[in-house]
């Protein structure tokens, strides 16, 4: 068979995905290990046997609902093409927003302490280490595989710079930070989003705490308090339907400034506070009460 037979074989099997061409695409250059200009360029060119079953069985797995970033064993995310397995969670889009809006916050050249919680394959830490170069960028992870994954991605990004704990939130690191990002678990266990779509295949601990899906936000505003410089930053990604909970979470915590900001699809994504810089330095609206607004 040639390369357009099985290009088009794979995207009528894995059709109707809107993406089935795409990632047909996707799995041919995996197999094949070659570009997608390759496969434009050589429409007509036979494929060997065992390249062929290679894809088929890709293909299978993938009919079957695997992620293709598991598939082939990559994502990519910022800038950046990173490498990742079942042990970690899958980066997304709307995680990139999360890196906008700290690097909204960090002055271009200042040597800020950075920490990040929840790594996974280290996606937020590398993009913003990448983008701020001077500052010290912390990350941890309570899984010892996904500590290692992304101590091996910064290594193949050159940015060892980045240091990495393996250890739950912020117990693993010391002294103060100018800001702490963190997208962790948000997903009640109960919701039936974890049943689908991804989401079966990925660790059940970067998505869901418990039953309590803001658990663990809390738990992470709480450490921050002790962490975090007078007047730095707590930026926490959560679902969409969270908004006013964390909200709530960080005002009644002590932080001000409190807002939510929207992702690229206009949903309720990140949540910001500020730690007071003095015990005065508060903002008007958040003088009136500590309650869900």
Known sequence: MTIKALQQCAQSKLAPDPSAR????????????????????NPELEVPLKRRADFMHLLQRRMQGEPIAYLVGKRAFWTLDLKVTPDVLIPRPETERLVELALEKIPPGSNWRIADLGTGSGAIALAIASERPSCQVHATDISEPAFTLACENARLHGLARVHFHCGSWLQPLSGQFHLIVSNPPYVDQNDPHMQQGDCRFEPALALSPGIDGMSAIREIVKESLHKLHAGGWLLVEHGYEQAQGVRSILRQAGFVFVSTQQDLAGLDRVCIGQLPKTKTDQHPADLLVKAPV
Not at 31 to 39: D, K, Q, T, Y
């Open 22 to 41: 795409l990632e047909a695409e996707i799995l041919l250059c995996h197999a094949l290990e070659v570009s997608r200009s390759f496969l434009f360029a």
